[in-house]
Each structure stands twice: as C-alpha cells, then as structure tokens.
C-alpha cells in the first residue's frame, strides 16, 4: 500500500465514523432507566346519599387504588332506608397516590357531552328501588349526565340485590333510551363498572 | 446461458455424429437433472439425467438450433455449427420470473448452510409494498399472525414472537417482539431475500432460535463493480395507496475498492375496505432509508451499514375497547360497530409510532487460503409509542400529545468469529456479547431492564461417507438488571440464566434429490413482560400478570426435509415436530374485578407443549408454458400437561396456483398469467369460548374453562386471486387481484377477528425497473 492508500483508508473510516452518529444518540446515555410516570387512572368511585328525608349524608365507595391487577378492590355495601328518596352525587378520583389525590369529577363535567353515568338495578333490586337522573343537571344539549341522581326506595330488596353503575364515554346520547337510563343502545366505551351489592332496610 | 466450450473430436459424414453433454447451475455448478434437449431443425431430442448429462445420436452434420429447457430456467437456445462428435456444457441461469413462487432450497458453501428456504428478489418482486412478513409468506410453513390489516407478523411452524427470530442484514433485530402487536421493524424493500434457517445454522446467530430465524439479507454492497439500480412501484386499489422504492449501487472508481449501495422507500395506505365497508383508522405511512459502504483490500474486507426504519400505523377504530361487556356487545352483535362508507387516509388514535435505526460494521480478514476472521458490531435503537383512544378525562394539550405506551430499547451487540475450511471439513468458532436497556414510559405495565448476555459456540461441518454431517454447539450466559418498579435504581433485582444449544443436522444426497435431517435443542431465558408484565391490556381487554418464578424455556425439536425430482415434477416436503420444556404462556386464570368491571386475568405459566406438522410443495410442468404449484401446510399444537390447545395457532392452508408462460412477443418478453385458489379450514383445535353470559350473572363466582377464547373459531375461508405479468426490456409489469370474489371472511390469525372482517378485492400494480 502507498501513503495515497492509506489516505483514501482512513477518508473511508472517517466517512463510517460520520454513521455512528445516529440521531437517536440523546436517549441512549448511561443513565438508569428512568421511572416510570404514571398516567391518570380512576381509582375511586364515591356516592354520597343524602335523605330528603332529614338529609343526613351517608357515602359508599368503591376504591381500588393500585389499579387493575394487585389487590382486590374495596367495595361498601349500600345501605338504604324504606320509602325514602335520596339525592346522590358522584365522586370520580384517582387516588393512586395517597398524598396527591386527584379529584376527575370536574373534568367529566366540562366534558358532559362526551359522558354519562347508567343506573341499573338488579337481582330483585328493579322493583324496589327507582333511580332517575337529576332533571337540573343537563349537557349543552340537554342530555343527562348522572353525576348527580335521585333514587328512591320503595319497599325492603331482596338478599343479594344489587346496582351496577357504569360510566360511558364517546356514547351515542341521541340513540334510543339512552337519555332515560337505558344503556343498551349506548355504545361508547366504559370507564366505569361498578356493582354494589345494595339492602334497603 | 452461456456455451463454455465445445469441442470438435473428429469429422464425420453422415447422420452419425454424437452430441453429449452436461447442464449445469450457472451459479452452483450443479448438474441440472432432466433437462430437455432438443435439435429444432430436425426435431431430435433428449431429456437430460439425474446429474445433467445427455447425449443426442444419429446427428447430421449441420447448423442448428439447441434449445435447452429446465424448469425453473428460461429457455434457451444456441445456434451449434455441428461437424464431428461434440462434448458441450451449458451452464443455465435460473429465471425465478417464468417459474412460481416456488423457493430454494440451498446449500451455500459461503455460509455453510443446510437448512437453508428462503425467497430470492425475482419472487419478491411479486410482494413489493407489502408488509415483511406477508413477504415471507412464500417460505413454507411461514405463516402470519395479524392484529388488524397494518400489522403482521411472521409465523413458523407455529411459533412466534420472542421464539422466532429476525436476523436483518446479519444482526438480531431487537424490538419488543413479546407483543403480538408488534412487528418486525425493518424495510421489506431492503430485501434481496428472505429466508429461514432453523437447527445448526441458528446456533451461530442465537441460543433461542426455538422456531427458526428468519433472514432478511439486502443485496451484497460489493455486489456491482459498475453502477446499477432500480426503481419499483407498488399501487393498489384497497386502501388507495401504493409504495415506492428505488435503489443505487456500485464501485465509486476503477482506481480504488470502494462500493456503496443507497436505498430508500416510502408507503402510503388510507382506510381498508371489506366487501361492505371501509374500516375506520385503518391506513398507515412509511418512510425508510438505508445506505452501506464496503471497501474491499487484498485480504480484506470492510464494511458499514445504516438503516432507519419509520412507521406509523393507524389500529383499527373499533378495537379499543372499555371492558368485557363492550367486547360481548359487539362479538354477539348486540352492537355493530359504526363503519362507515367513507374513506380516509388520517391516522387517528389509536396509532402506533416506530421508529427503528440500526448501525453496523463489518470487518473479514483472511488469513491464509484456509482461514479467516469477522468482526461485527452492531447498534440498534428501538422506539415504539402507542397511542391510545383512551387518553384520560378531559386531557390536556400535552396528555393528547403524549403515548400512553412509550418504550425505548437500546441495542449493542458485537461478534468475533473465527472460520477455518479445508476441503470438505469447515470449522467456526466465535463469541458474542450483548448489552440491551429497555425504558419505558407510561401506564403501568412493564419494569425498565438492562440484559448483557455472552455467548461462545463452535461449529463444525465434515462428510462422512454420503452424508454431509454439520454440528454445533453453544453457551450462552444471560443476566437481567431489573428496575423501577420491581427494584430501586440503586438496588436492580438482578437475574441469572445460562445453558447450552447444541444440534446436528445431515444431509444425503439421493438420486435426482436430498434428504436433511435436523436435531436441535435450544433454550431460552423468560423475557422481562413474562416475568413482570402486570397491567390491562387494552384492545382485548384483558389484565395480564407475570410471573417471577418462570425458569426458562427448552426445546428439543426434530425436522426431515427431502427433495425429489420425479420427470416434470418437483416435490419439497417437511416433517417437523418441536417439543418444548417449560413453554411460557398467558393462561386464563381468574376473573378480576377493577373500577371499569370484570376482566379476565391472563398468568404467565410453563408447561411442556407440543408443536408438530408438516409442510409440502409440489411444482411442474403439465406441457409447454403450462406450469403448477401446490402447498399444504399442516400445523398442530397442544398443551401436554392439560391436554388444552393453545390459542393463536395457524389453521390448515392450501393453496394451488397454475400459471401459463408465453414465449416472447416481439418486445414483450416472457408474458404469463396465473390463477390461485387458497383455502384456509377453521381452526377446530381452538380453546373454549369464554363464558360471558354466566359471568355477567353471576359475577366473578363463575367457573371459567382451564383455557379459552373471546370467540369461536372463524369458518374456514377459500379465496381466489390472479396474476399477469412480463418484461419489456429492463422493466417489469405485474398485475394481481387479490380477493377476486370479494369473499367475506374473518381469519382466526388476525387478533381483530372479534371486531372485523378480512379486505375485500383488491387489484395490485408493481413496476419495476432496473438500469
């Protein structure tokens, strides 16, 4: 090999160099793998009942705070007084981290078009117990939303009775049904579905 | 063709001059058996032997035309000025455009292969623009696993993601292949060809190729010594997209060794169609670029390579899903999904953003005549973001900007390998070593990890009597630091696994045929998302939970290939059968109850499963230009320990395709259409159905089947498909339709066939032009 080789050589090794610079270089440092930033996550569901009766507020939760997977959710039993109705309000929180929880129900209710609670009654509780949605709190297109409800109850439910609570997003509101409660034409995609196991006493 | 001698013996008068000679591969040098030889002028004729060897006898004297036909190779014809008693040889090039798809079985010294079947460019040229692993799906016993129309990945035999590999251009392609959502990230244009290797010849490459490696091999960079490229093109009518792709190559002077290749590629696809209506969010864009420089010394040679790989791909709309009611609703039909009958190209959530960039330098040195070193070193980064519908109530600007997954892996890997060839006995011995880090962001799913594995494998090739005997061994060390959230920054949980591949593979060459035969045990360390993975899986709707005391996975496999020219008729068949210790799988366990209702829980567990089946082809010619193939590709699987049968396990397929072949017209060279029938059986070895409707009375209470599915398996689907194609000089044209019925079916290999039906016809166009 001459020097003019050995000069096209190391033009060559420097033309290769120029490569390795790949333009994914600032992710690939040597520092541990960083933590891992959670990303909002519902956690609880609150109902506070108050008695039109002699409004004293009781509230039943369901909590479940280290997400899907882990340990079981924690869920209270709803328990209700004979012929009395009700006004319930919804809490929706993430309270993964216990010093820094997080309160949804404002931002469902800026996003009221795009959401809305279902009650449904069962295994002997359809008969005894009548939700409705609060006739005051409608979206921009006066549709409800169930973050607030009245239930009334009728006579004592059955054991095992039960209500399951389910939020939807991106439902069809306009579909058949769905403005009085009927989920069945709802669509959308659930992000909350809950059953409380109920006894009206 | 080429003539490469003849030589004149002796001059004879009269009508008994003798003609004998040989057809050989252009490129192996192999005779070519059953060659048909024929005088045109006086029609006399002979079909060569096993080996290539022919003679014609009683010949005048005389100038005439020889045209020589093989299967597999253009005719061919040589004008012979014919004298005296002649010997010929005449070495023929394969033409893969007038044969089938039909692949090579190849033993290449180069690499000392045994087992090697692959797909070369001309048969590629068929799939341009379309996704690697439908490319692939000429290979035998390759098959795809599906999530929507935009992701596809490759199946072999039964097996894949973390036990089937990808090699791309030499290095082990390094994504997050766990996912079935998650496909190989390389450029099918890259290509030159595609194929797959399992046993011995895996050995080299990794200690966990329990279903084989696929290989993607570009084109050589020293490949052209003067400047040459193509241009390709791709259209088609579903989807209303196409792809393009050009490519260049050469030596840079005369006066010194050096050679580079550029390539670059793009696609472009809108919303799919089913014989009803266009799937919403369903297109996808691309944008790839490679280039590689090599310089080749006396003794040496150097090279680099550079890819960069970007994808994003939109996830079919209606996939996503809240939890097993929506997921009940709509596969009992109790809600249809909002289809519509307008087509888009926007790519909305969700989507899935890919990029994928790889770097690698190549040095070989020989020594002496006998032996010589490579040196490789690799560089991958990986980076995967999948953005969901669901984002959180009521986002903010940056929580829409944000994925909800976003993974990003970092590769490095490097190889030093040591080759000695004397005569028929060829050794390597080399070591790698590995280091990989893996971050990820966002909903909690997956632990960040760092691995290093080292690995030291020796590799012999020998003939003993007629066999042609390859064994190999290798062990592999692997350790895993595991962080955030299963250990601290400071105090990584760390993990340990080591063990040894080893397999034989034995090749016997028959009359007019092969026989190989293949032993291989290999083994595999659990992956991070098997030991750890713990979150909801969206899109199925399903919690998945690792397991921290899995031990790792090993297999014992055992495959017979033979090969048989019969006259006219080729025959390729495979039988194979892979038993595998400790084989981790997501088994449906528990009913879990979260705030957004009862999901199923998914545990990663071991048993020992059991994968066998067998591949065939059958290719010929009925008579002149009037050619077949056939396929059958059989695969079963089941659970040892339970008896139950895994899910996602490819159904029975077969397939015919008969193509007729013009001779030239004029300018139009090699003119041909086929037609093909492809038929799919359902899967009647599928897992239970998923008891919804108990489960929705009773709640988390109910018995659930000890494995199941959301659904039934779909029928089993025949589709019809043609094709036409010829050269016009340096240009190629091909026309396809695919579909041509318009069928509608849900195919049990696509992870959507809960939520949607396959596309409906579809014609292709693909150009392309070499210069």
């Known amino acids: 090999m001459n020097i003019s080789k050995y000069l096209r050589f190391s033009v060559f090794v420097l033309a290769a160099l120029t490569f390795v610079a790949c333009e994914n270089d600032d992710d690939d440092d040597d520092d541990t793998p960083s933590a891992v930033n959670e990303e909002e996550l519902i956690t609880d569901l609150r109902l506070t009942f108050t008695s039109t009766f002699d409004q004293s507020e009781t509230t039943f939760i369901f909590s479940d705070t280290d997400g899907p997977g882990g340990s079981d959710p924690l869920i209270d039993d709803i328990v209700l007084s004979d012929s009395t109705a009700y006004s319930v309000s919804i809490e929706v929180l993430d309270a993964s981290n216990p010093n820094d929880v997080e309160d949804i129900t404002e931002e469902i209710a800026e996003e009221d078009e795009e959401h809305q609670f279902f009650f449904i009654p069962g295994s002997g509780a359809e008969s005894t117990l009548t939700i409705a949605y609060d006739p005051t709190e409608l979206d921009d297109d006066g549709n409800p939303i169930g973050l607030s409800s009245v239930w009334t109850t009728l006579d004592a439910t059955p054991s095992g009775a039960t209500v399951r609570v389910v939020l939807r997003h991106e439902l069809d509101k306009a579909a058949t049904g769905v403005s009085d409660g009927d989920i069945t034409n709802a669509g959308g995609e659930t992000d909350i579905d809950v059953t409380f196991n109920v006894s009206v006493n | ?771």
């Not at chain 2, 909305?348 to 960039?357: D, F, K």
Request: charged share 20%; proline share 4%; with cysteine.
């Open chain 2, 1 to 771: 063709m080429s003539l490469l001698g003849i030589d004149h013996v002796n001059a004879q008068d009269n009508c008994t001059i003798q003609i004998d000679g040989q057809v050989v591969d252009a490129e192996t040098g192999e005779g070519l058996s059953f060659a048909s030889v024929i005088l045109q002028e006086s029609s006399q004729g002979a079909y060569a032997d096993s080996v290539g060897f022919f003679s014609l006898k009683g010949i005048c004297a005389g100038d005439y035309t020889l045209k020589v036909t093989h299967i597999g190779c253009a005719p061919e014809k040589k004008v012979l000025q014919v004298s005296g008693d002649t010997t010929i040889v005449f070495s023929l090039n394969h033409d893969e455009s007038i044969l089938h798809e039909f692949v090579v079985v190849g033993q290449e010294e180069k690499e000392l292969t045994l087992t090697k079947i692959g797909v070369r460019e001309a048969q590629l040229e068929s799939t341009t623009g379309l996704q690697l692993a439908e490319q692939a799906l000429a290979i035998p016993g390759m098959r795809m696993q599906e999530t929507g129309n935009t992701i596809a990945k490759p199946v072999f035999r039964g097996l894949q993601g973390n036990r089937l590999l990808v090699l791309n251009a030499g290095v082990r392609q390094e994504g997050q292949y766990w996912g079935s959502e998650h496909a190989p990230e390389i450029d099918p244009f890259l290509a030159q060809q595609v194929s797959v290797i399992e046993g011995v010849d895996a050995l080299r490459y990794a200690p966990d190729a329990i279903g084989g490696l696929l290989l993607v091999e570009p084109a050589d960079v020293f490949g052209s010594d003067s400047l040459s490229g193509s241009l390709t093109g791709m259209g088609a009518t579903n989807g209303r997209g196409g792809a393009l792709g050009g490519e260049l190559m050469g030596r840079v002077s005369e006066r010194f060794p050096l050679y580079f290749r550029g390539q670059i590629s793009a696609r472009k696809f809108g919303d799919m169609k089913t014989p009803d209506v266009f799937l919403v969010n369903t297109g996808a864009e691309e944008l790839n670029y490679s280039y590689a420089l090599g310089w080749k010394g006396d003794a040496w040679k150097a090279e680099v390579f550079y890819s960069n790989f970007n994808q994003r791909i939109g996830i079919y709309r209606f996939s996503h899903l809240g939890n097993l009611t929506d997921l009940y609703e709509v596969i009992t039909g109790i809600r249809s999904n909002p289809d519509t009958t307008d087509f888009s190209y926007d790519i909305n959530r969700p989507y899935q953003e890919i990029g994928h960039e790889l770097f690698k330098g190549r040095v070989e040195y020989e020594l002496d005549a006998e032996n010589k070193i490579e040196a490789i070193y690799s560089r991958q980064f990986n980076s995967r973001k999948e953005f969901d519908v669901h984002v959180g109530i009521n986002p903010s600007a940056e929580e829409l900007m944000n994925p909800q997954l976003d993974y990003a892996l970092t590769t490095h890997l490097g190889e030093l390998v040591w080759r000695n060839k004397v005569g028929a006995l060829s050794r390597s011995v080399g070591v790698t070593g590995l280091f990989r880090e893996n971050t990820f962001r966002g909903r909690n799913f997956m632990p960040n990890y760092r691995n290093s594995s080292f690995g030291l494998f020796a590799m012999e090739q020998r003939a003993l009597g007629i066999w042609k005997l390859k064994y190999g061994i290798r062990y592999e060390r692997y350790n895993a630091d595991i962080f955030n959230p299963v250990g601290s920054e400071d105090d990584p949980l760390n993990l340990s696994f080591d063990g040894v591949s080893a397999a034989l593979a034995a090749k016997k060459d028959l009359e007019s045929g092969d026989l190989t035969l293949s032993a291989a045990t290999f083994w595999r360390a659990p992956a991070v998302n098997e030991l750890f993975a713990s979150g909801l899986h969206h899109g199925v709707g399903a919690i998945e939970q690792g397991n921290s005391e899995l031990l790792q996975e090993r297999s014992y496999s055992l495959s017979a290939t033979w090969r048989r020219v019969f006259g006219r008729t080729r025959i390729l068949a495979t039988a194979y059968t892979n038993y595998i210790e400790n084989y981790i799988f997501l088994n449906p366990n528990d009913i879990e109850l979260t705030i957004r209702g009862a999901f199923p829980r998914f545990d990663y567990e071991q048993t020992d499963a059991l994968y066998w089946g067998s591949d065939v082809q059958v290719d010929g010619q009925l008579n002149k230009g009037f050619s077949y193939l056939a396929t059958a590709s059989l695969v079963w699987a089941q659970n040892v320990g339970t008896g139950d049968f895994f899910i996602n396990i490819p159904a029975h397929q077969f397939s015919v395709e008969f193509k007729k072949t013009w001779d030239d017209l004029s300018r139009i060279k090699q003119p041909w259409v086929s037609l093909s029938g492809n038929y799919t059986t359902e899967q009647y070895r599928a897992p239970a159905v998923f008891p919804f409707e108990s489960v929705f009375e009773t709640g988390t209470t109910t018995p659930l089947p000890s494995s199941f599915d959301f659904a039934a398996a779909p029928d089993g689907y025949f589709l019809v498909g043609a094709r036409a194609g010829m050269r016009l000089g340096r240009t190629s044209l091909q026309l396809g339709v695919e579909n041509l019925l318009s069928t509608t079916y849900r195919n049990y290999m696509n992870r959507f066939r809960y939520y949607m039906d396959e596309p409906g016809i579809n014609f292709t166009l693909r150009i392309k032009h070499n210069f």
